[in-house]
């Protein structure tokens, strides 16, 4: 048992008591997220009989407002501070999502999905850069590996509870889930308001974005980013949902179980993954990554192609746990090498830029993924497969080009420092 006990300190990631108290904002935030999340798609197709490819063109609407409020979210965290933008984006997500039960026509798809997504488009980049300031430099990939793995708890929680509630032939559950997730906002709201705002650096008003445009490395990094959030996170999250229960054949139940099953994989191994790549190359890590969801998107071909509905449930359940070891690398390496690479007055710029990474993949991803899926949906997988692997290659060209004291995830000490007050 000793052995056990002193693994399991190890996992321990050691921060700051408002860097708890942030995740478990972001606990209650991702429950709700876990909530809706699944049945987005489903609701919009066949409660409110909106077509696949409008449906996925919605998502890219919202990713690209979304897009545009990046840069303005980034830019305000580093001359206002990040816990006011991120206060400001939750409010304008609470009114979006009450408005969800509206929506009758595509056109109204449409607007409330871009008000969404001029929420979430700033509330990533000021989280991000939030934690980044209330955490020692030694410890961010922890608090970005605990900040994950908070969020999938939640959203774990909420796919569950949301598989129980939703039914197509009930369009007043899909208002409950909507109901819950404004909740959970307004819950988060509540959670930041015991959190203490960090200083804003002396230089802030100094920063441009033109010096992060001129940062190559991080910019060649930010795309392939975006490669992988295009050819899969956007799709298993937006697509895969509706594929299993359109073309795989399994129910709302199960949509909702295997949803859940990868944030239940990202609680499992977010720990041991993030201690695992201490010490370890980053862009191995990446790599790793895409080789890992490459194969799990090529198992959800074969489970669309060749099984019944049974079969494929369980091979789509077994998909998410391994496409969940991907998501634990990419947790412990994305972030927090972001940061790392940005100079102290642009890490809400450079955050805002990680951001719109995964934006640019929501944009075209649900877009191109949501025409196939309507027209040939066995074909998206295999060609989504084939993109993870050409951006795996890329992380390892990259390597060489990052600086010799990023490489690597650091190795630090604990470190709980005190946390000047912005007044």
Known sequence: MRPLAAYLRSLDPRLPRDVYVLELGALVNAFGNGV?????????????????????????VQSAAALASGFLGGTLSDRLGPKRVLLASLVVMT???????????????????????????????????????????????????????????????????????????DPGSFTILFGIDCATFVGY?????????????????????????????????????????????SLVVELLPAFGKNVAGISEKEVGIVFALDAVGVVIFQLPVVKLSEGRRRMHGFALMGALWAATLLAVWAAGSWTSATAAFAILAGVMLVFAVGECLHGAIHTPLSVDLAPPQLVGRYTAAASISWQMGWIVGPAAGGFLLQHRPLLLWPIAAGINLAA??????????????????????????????NG
């Open 392 to 421: 795996a290659a890329g992380a390892l060209a990259l390597e060489a080009h990052l600086p010799e004291s990023v490489r690597r995830t650091p190795r630090g000490e604990p470190a709980v420092l005190p946390i000047p007050a």
């Open 36 to 60: 809706v999340l699944p049945f987005l798609l489903i609701y919009l197709h066949n409660v409110r009989g909106i077509p696949f490819g409008l449906a996925g063109s919605a998502a890219a």
């Open 189 to 233: 709201m509540l959670v930041l308001a015991r959190v203490r705002a960090p200083a804003l650096h002396e230089g802030r008003l100094g920063g441009s974005w033109r010096a992060v445009l001129r940062d190559r490395v991080f910019t060649v990094y930010t795309l392939l980013n975006a490669a992988f959030m295009t050819a899969a996170i």
């Open 95 to 169: 009114v979006a999502f009450a408005l969800m039960p509206t929506i009758r026509t595509a056109w109204q798809t449409f607007a409330i999905y871009t008000l969404w997504g001029v929420g979430s488009g700033s509330f990533w980049p000021s989280q991000s850069a939030l934690l980044a300031a209330m955490t020692p430099a030694a410890r961010r990939a922890p608090a970005y590996a605990l900040q994950r793995l908070s969020m999938n708890v939640g959203v774990a929680l909420g796919g569950v509870v949301a598989g129980l509630i939703a039914s197509v032939g």
